[in-house]
């Protein structure tokens, strides 16, 4: 069975850093990492950024300079580092990628969880 899990939440000071991590798990044939999201409190889910095919990001202007994406497709890992951050971002991180499984061959899209960031002195 496959598994997309996030990992490296927490809590963080204004200004600070923070690494979220994602990785997949089962018996992966294929991984491709493709987007990260948050979701804040009373609010809708929003993409943060979307890995573009040469493994570089687009970012929501929101983000813009301070957060970069990176992957490792072969390790079936996806990064989030988040510099410069601000209480508006708090929320809950998911990670977005297609997987194929060692079954059914078909790349289907898989979510993590989640893992809380929260930014607060």
């Known amino acids: 069975q496959v598994h997309l899990v996030e990992s490296g939440g927490g809590l963080v000071r204004p200004g600070g850093s923070l690494t979220v991590s994602c990785a997949g798990s089962?018996?992966?044939?294929?991984?491709?990492?493709k987007d990260w999201y948050r979701q804040a409190p009373g609010k809708e889910r929003e993409l943060v950024a979307s890995?573009?095919?040469?493994?570089?990001?687009i970012y929501d202007d929101s983000v813009k300079g301070r957060f970069t994406i990176s992957r490792d497709n072969d390790k079936k890992t996806m990064y989030l580092l988040m510099n410069k951050v601000k209480p508006e971002d708090t929320a809950v991180y998911y990670c977005h990628a297609v997987i194929a499984d060692a079954t059914t061959y078909r790349g289907n899209d898989y979510w993590g969880r989640g893992t809380q960031v929260t930014v607060s002195s």
């Open positions: 890995f573009t095919g040469d493994g570089s990001g």
């Open positions: 089962g018996d992966i044939v294929y991984f491709e990492a």
